[in-house]
């Protein structure tokens, strides 16, 4: 088979690949064989600007499909053919846990960041993290990711989520209605935008501690301005967690 091939990279003046890139179509078919292996798209990533600029718009898009479909459809279904924050970051999202470190946005405890091999997200689950006036917003938040036995912070929980069309959100409306300040120094660490705190807004309803099996006085969470969500809280243990998911 012969396969065509772009002898120049039309990005950088300085990319090694001289030969010439292999066209889109095999690259994808070749990744479509690898079921859009996340780590096999990273690396390609870092060849060069011209790889880096397909997965980006081909590659991390068919990841996402493959790896959450119907939550995909969903994010997309206002007719829109991109998702806010780009596909790398959404992708990202689905696979990755950005822990703290002590100083970050969870100022006491040091976590490492670490790659999730599977993590539900529930849409369903996501109304608990909204205000009963913002329910009409649509939110996937995914399970919390558990990092037992942190010393005086217990069980610590990371949680992580997506808003759909965020900019035209009830909760960013009334982000921007209450005038809270955006982080001074941190940013999120899936698109690198940059974070409002729900906990400085009051706009954490006890709902949510209900739905993770968290302590009430223990959960915070950040929305970016392209609506991706991290958080963070200690989780109770399990005979009253099953109590709280009762009460709720």
Known sequence: MILTKQYRCIHSLSCQCTKGHLSEDVIFLVFQQLNWNPKFIATLSCVCKWFDDLAKR?????????????????????????????????????????????????????????????????????????????????LYVSDPCEHLDQGDEGDVGFFRGIFKSFSLSKV????????????????????????????????????????????????????????????????LPLSDSEEASELE
């Open 58 to 138: 081909v590659l991390w898009k068919e990841f996402c499909r493959t790896r959450a479909p119907k939550m995909m459809r969903d994010l997309q279904s206002n007719g829109s053919h991109s998702v806010d924050g780009n596909w790398r970051a959404l992708g990202k999202l689905l696979i990755y846990c950005s822990g703290c470190t002590k100083g970050g946005l969870f100022n006491n405890i040091n976590i490492p960041d670490h790659f999730v091999y599977r993590t539900r997200f529930s849409r369903t689950s996501g109304k608990s993290f909204l205000l009963p006036q913002c329910r009409t917003d649509v």
């Open 172 to 235: 960013r409306k009334m982000l921007i209605k209450r005038k809270v300040q955006l982080h001074p120094t941190e940013v999120c660490p899936y698109c690198k935008a940059k974070l409002w705190s729900m906990q400085q807004a009051e706009m954490i309803p006890q709902s949510a501690s209900c739905r993770l099996g968290a302590y009430d006085d223990c959960i915070e969470y950040y929305v970016c301005l392209n609506g991706h969500m991290l958080g963070i809280c200690t989780l």
